[in-house]
């Protein structure tokens, strides 16, 4: 079937350059037992170019860069009981964490190759493309924040504390970021544009892609234990029982494959060289 819808466009070429940029929904597809994934802006912009050896149907190349984002949410109570106050008195300490929110962000240099598929239609063109890309890792970041509040149960008492100048403090302006190691992967990728005539062989483009990355792009196996005793510096020493804060992606808040995804709006200008046919040359054999 494939080959019927060669032939008749035999001795037919046409080589098209684009560039286009897009911006949308991103998300990584991991689990978070606790809480709830999130999503973020992704965004990209590529260059390419394409070969029609068929006037519907071409292959496609490119380079370009992309940026991926994902998140976490998570609510919870950490507990630590039997510890002692900066005056030695024995209590129970208790962290909650509200809404907290740890988005990653990542960087990729990427090269696809596509099968690309045109259809003319009345006053434009529809152009679609599916392909792989391979994208190089650049960097990974993090950023997080949330409401975060200490309180101190003295059993002693039977009082709960909540006074600020002890240590039992509320707070949203912690906000820790950090670097993480991001991985290479292979996405699919998927786009389908409508070609706009601007000028002879200028088009506009308007249409949507997917990428979908086959392959985590970091570690969700990390052990360490959630804390949050750096969200206050003054008070770093007197939570002594708690741990620093860590990404995420370093505790068992997440788990599963982290896998990127993202879902764009895309605007570009596409170049169309000039279609030539190739020159078929009559049988000159000689005869008998």
């Known amino acids: ?35 709830k994934r999130i999503g973020g802006i992704g965004y990209g912009v ?16 490119g380079a370009g860069f992309r940026h991926y984002a994902g998140g976490a949410q998570i609510s919870g109570l950490l507990t630590y009981p039997k510890v002692v106050d900066t005056d030695n008195e024995p209590y129970d300490h208790f962290t909650i964490y509200d809404k907290w929110k740890e988005q990653q962000s990542l960087y990729y240099l990427e090269f696809p190759i596509s099968f690309q598929f045109r259809v003319p239609l009345n006053k434009v063109d529809l152009w679609m493309a599916a392909g792989v890309n391979y994208s190089l890792a650049l960097k990974g970041t993090t950023s997080a924040q949330g409401n975060l509040t200490h309180r ?20 949203s302006d912690f906000r820790p970021s950090s670097s993480i190691k991001v991985h290479d992967v292979v996405a699919l990728f998927a786009r389908v544009d409508v070609g706009i005539p601007l000028a002879k062989r200028w088009q506009f483009l308007v249409g949507v892609n997917i990428h979908y990355a086959l392959m985590p792009a970091f570690s969700t196996e990390g052990e360490a234990p959630l804390g949050y005793r750096n969200d206050c510096q003054e008070w770093s020493r007197a939570h002594y029982f708690m741990s620093d804060y860590v990404p995420l992606l370093n505790t068992s808040q997440l788990s599963g494959k982290a896998c990127p995804l993202s879902l764009d709006l895309e605007l570009g200008i596409r170049y169309i060289f000039h279609t030539h046919k190739r020159r078929a040359y009559p049988c000159r054999c000689l005869a008998d």
């Open 152 to 171: 101190g149960y003295y059993k002693k008492w039977d009082l709960t504390m909540d006074i600020p100048e002890h240590g039992f403090y509320t707070t």
């Open 1 to 35: 079937m494939f080959l019927l819808l060669l032939l008749p466009a035999q001795g037919w070429a046409q080589s098209v350059v684009e560039l286009t940029v897009d911006g949308g929904y991103a998300t990584t597809m991991y689990n978070v037992p606790d809480g």
């Open 46 to 61: 590529d260059i390419g170019y394409a070969y029609f050896f068929h006037p519907n149907v071409g292959l496609g190349v």
